[in-house]
């Protein structure tokens, strides 16, 4: 038997409640490979899942986790054998497949990634799809051009999960970052992930009738979208880069196209869902690299599957802190 957090939904009713069951090795869905998780975490998404839904859930019964790492416990294609240590992010794994609130996954080998050298699976789930997600973001800004010595690259919603990833990514690898966040007692934490500023959220929040501002940025991983993504790309240096990550402070960009035009500043529209294979190894690579790990060990929560009902409650309205990591071992 298996021990997983199963979702059910009560059709007269519509209401869905989440509850720790055992089920059998038979019930999971079909794929070439089943991997023993032992870690997952919590993203918003998650909350969603395990709770209202949000239009995510294909159907019920469900078990949610949209990201996990494990071993290898059988499979039937030739990438993966018994024993390999593994990773999953993405490929809406966890709402439309069942995902990694359980002891057991059963999905297909094409939405793994070797774990990398350097990497162990609990750490793996402490940078989950919110650092991925970073880490993605940084080599968008890369490939266009950004390099340390540049000058400061802008961090938005800093003391989240993208941002506290990429902050401390990109000071590692020797840029100065400037970063972005709501919360004054954030700044320490930050300073101490690689932040060299720390720059207000009102500082940006206000929305400017001058299209261009003074130029600033050599590059910016924004998780906050809305109007401070349209003020930042108007304090963008000549042709620098935003890799456009999240939604954190709203879907509507209110912007102009003239830093597009007069200083050939580039939007990065950056997925983290249905990443192409070499991206996704490149990506995880880099993370066993680039993210000093000892940094993100104060901000892991470990978790039970049995918390995850309150924590999943808790993340919908805002409430939870840190990288919850949750324990399947
Ligand atoms: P978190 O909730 O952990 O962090 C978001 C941060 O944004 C907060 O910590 C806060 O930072 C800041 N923030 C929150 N509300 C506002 C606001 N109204 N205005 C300005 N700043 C605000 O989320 P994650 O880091 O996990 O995710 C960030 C975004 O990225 C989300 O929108 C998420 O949906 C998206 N995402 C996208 C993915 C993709 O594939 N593109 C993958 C993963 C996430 P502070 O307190 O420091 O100000």
């Known amino acids: 038997m298996i021990r997983a957090l199963v979702v059910e939904k009560d059709e007269e009713s ?10 059998e ?18 993203n918003y998404k998650d909350g ?66 070797p774990l990398p050298e350097g990497l162990d699976t609990r750490q793996a789930m402490a940078v989950g799809t919110a650092g991925f997600t970073a880490m993605l973001g940084v080599m968008a800004l890369e490939r266009h051009g950004l390099a340390p010595g540049q000058g400061p690259v802008l961090v938005t919603g800093a003391s989240g999960g993208v941002g506290s990833v ?77 890799a456009a990550v999240g939604l954190a402070g709203g879907a509507e960009l209110p ?4 830093p597009f035009l007069l200083r050939g500043v580039n939007l990065l529209g950056i997925d983290s869902v249905m990443q192409p294979y070499e991206n996704r190894l490149e990506a995880w690579q880099r993370i066993a690299r680039d993210l000093p790990m000892e940094k993100l060990e104060d901000m892991v929560r470990p978790a039970r599957l049995s918390d995850l009902p309150q924590l999943g409650a808790d993340i919908l309205k805002g409430q939870v802190q840190g990288r919850v990591v949750v324990d399947l071992t």
Do not use: N
């Open 166 to 242: 990429a902050t401390a990514i990109l000071g590692r690898l020797g840029h100065e970052v400037a970063a972005v966040t709501g919360r004054p007692e954030s700044a320490d934490y930050l300073r101490s992930l690689g932040a060299t500023q720390i720059v207000a959220r009102a500082d940006l929040a206000e929305t400017t009738k001058r299209p261009l501002e003074a130029e600033t940025w050599s590059g910016c991983v924004d998780a906050v979208g809305g109007p401070m993504l349209a003020r930042v790309l108007g304090q963008m240096k000549y042709g620098a880069s935003v």
């Open 25 to 42: 090795e038979s019930d999971l869905p079909d794929g070439e490979v089943t991997v023993a998780v032992e870690y997952s975490t919590l």
């Open 48 to 113: 969603l899942c395990i709770g209202p839904g949000g239009g995510l859930v294909r159907s019920y019964p469900h078990v949610p986790g949209i990201d996990f790492a494990g071993t290898v416990e059988s499979s039937s294609d030739d990438r993966y054998k018994p024993g390999d240590k593994v990773v999953l992010t993405g490929w809406r794994v966890g709402e439309a497949h069942w995902g990694g609130y359980a002891e057991k996954a059963r999905v297909r080998a094409d939405w793994l990634v």
């Open 14 to 23: 519509g209401k869905t409640s989440a509850a720790v069951r055992e089920i």
């Open 255 to 258: 912007a102009k196209v003239v």
